[in-house]
């Protein structure tokens, strides 16, 4: 066992600040809004998308060691960006079995109150997608369609949306097919890209 792996009793502190894992977690972050720029000005469009994906894959593959040496980095334990940025890797992973361990050990510190509900509600959703199963909370966007993926007793989303912290479900698809159509402005102030 190496130094910075828990013990099999041991449980990592979720709610202490751990600044070298937040700094790492932040200059990954940076590395990722670098390559995007740098992408963006000089890489067509296909290149730009896959060099910006290696990266990605990449940082899902160190965020597997973080998790397996760490548990969830919390809010309390990066910060409010960085755990922030650990989902949006994880969703973007392509190991179904670590994002739905991340699943439940999300849905764990969002009962603790130590990440946000959405968290939870976002990572649950992509995981009942890719298993072909109902979404709770309508996070889930088929791109084609620009429609979402089906969603459980979808009369009720909105209130399911509102518990976690989530903006309407057809504020946030207006939104996000106005950034499809390029309109400068769109309805809603939530970002409609982590929806999809």
């Known amino acids: 066992m190496t130094p910075t792996t ?3 009793t041991e449980k990592p502190d979720l709610a202490r600040l751990n600044e070298p894992l937040q700094q790492r977690l932040m200059e990954m972050a940076a590395a990722e809004k670098s390559a995007l720029q740098h992408a963006i000005a000089l890489l067509p469009a ?10 990605q894959l990449r940082h899902a593959r160190e965020l597997e060691d973080i998790v397996a040496n760490h548990g969830w980095p919390t809010v309390p334990m990066v910060g409010q960006e960085p755990s922030a940025y650990c989902l949006q890797l994880l969703l973007v992973c392509e190991n179904l079995a670590f994002q739905t361990r991340c699943r439940d050990l999300i849905e764990a510190v969002v009962a603790d109150r130590a990440c946000p509900a959405a968290q939870f509600a976002f990572i649950a959703d992509r995981v009942a997608v890719a298993w072909s199963l109902p979404q709770q909370f309508g996070t889930q966007i088929n791109p084609i369609t620009v429609r ?18 989530l903006a309407p479900l057809g504020e946030v698809l207006e939104s996000y097919r106005a950034r499809l159509r390029g309109d400068a402005t769109p309805t809603s102030g939530r970002r409609a890209s982590a929806e999809g």
């Open 6 to 8: 828990p013990a099999a």
């Open 46 to 55: 296909g290149n730009r998308r896959a060099a910006l994906r290696r990266l």
């Open 148 to 165: 979402p993926y089906p969603i459980a007793s979808s009369h009720d989303v909105d209130e399911r949306r509102m518990a976690v912290g």
